[in-house]
Nanobody, 117 residues
Framework: QVQVVESGGGLVQPGGSLRLSCAAS????????MGWYRQAPGKQRELVAR???????NYADSVKGRFTISRDNAKNTVYLQMNSLKPEDTAVYYC???????????WGRGTQVTVSS
């Protein structure tokens, strides 16, 4: 059984920062892609950032230059450092952990990020 648990969400003012963490545990092997997605009310879930096992990354255009994704392979953990947050970043942020055997990945339950004054 695989567990994916996100943490670090909360309420922050515009221009502020948050750091999200996501840890995968259980019977999970050969992790490849680890990614963050978000879903705002009334909108579809979208990719925010993704990092592959070799370290290559890709970001949504809307977060480039503000968000940074990183991972600790020894801890099966991925992070999302979010700076210069905007109200439009408000959403539930989900973590997805994919393996070479299960590319579609395992999802966490999400963590709420609210950017508001």
């Amino acid at each position: 059984q695989v567990q994916v648990v996100e943490s670090g969400g909360g309420l922050v003012q515009p221009g502020g920062s948050l750091r999200l963490s996501c840890a995968a545990s259980g019977s999970i092997f050969s992790i490849n892609a680890m990614g963050w997605y978000r879903q705002a009310p009334g909108k579809q879930r979208e990719l925010v950032a993704r990092i592959l096992s070799g370290g290559s990354t890709n970001y949504a255009d809307s977060v480039k230059g503000r968000f940074t994704i990183s991972r600790d392979n020894a801890k099966n953990t991925v992070y999302l450092q979010m700076n210069s947050l905007k109200p439009e970043d408000t959403a539930v942020y989900y973590c997805n952990v994919g393996t070479f055997y299960y590319p579609s990945g395992y999802w966490g339950r999400g963590t709420q990020v609210t950017v508001s004054s």
